[in-house]
């Protein structure tokens, strides 16, 4: 069973920092391209950060050269380094493999809880 376990998020102003965490269980961590996304208010949810097994990273526009992915496949855990935080960063961030995890029956899409992120002007 799946368990994706996000922590880590908070209030702080902008030009702030976050490290976010994410503990894993449940899936062939080492195997998996792992992912952080964000769903700001009222938006989709949208694959910000990636890393590959071997470590190669992909971010969005918006992120790059603000944000920092990085894993430890011997702890299973996934974490994203947040610099110069801007208000537009706000929302809930999950970690999740990519193309996300599925679960079930009934087969759906697994998601953690997440953790708030909101950065004040």
């Known amino acids: 069973q799946v368990q994706l376990v996000e922590s880590g998020g908070g209030l702080v102003q902008s030009g702030g920092s976050l490290r976010l965490a994410c503990a894993a269980s449940?899936?062939?961590?080492?195997?998996?391209?792992m992912g952080w996304y964000r769903q700001a208010p009222g938006k989709e949810r949208d694959l910000v950060a990636s890393?590959?097994?071997?470590?190669?990273?992909n971010y969005a526009e918006s992120v790059k050269g603000r944000f920092t992915i990085s894993r430890d496949n011997a702890k299973n855990t996934v974490s994203l380094q947040m610099n110069s935080l801007k208000p537009e960063d706000t929302g809930v961030y999950y970690c999740?493999?990519?193309?996300?995890?599925?679960?079930?029956?009934?087969?759906?899409?697994?998601w953690g809880q997440g953790t708030q992120v909101t950065v004040s002007s």
């Open positions: 890393i590959t097994s071997d470590g190669i990273t």
């Open positions: 449940g899936i062939i961590f080492r195997r998996n391209v």
């Open positions: 999740n493999k990519q193309p996300p995890a599925v679960t079930g029956p009934p087969i759906r899409v697994y």
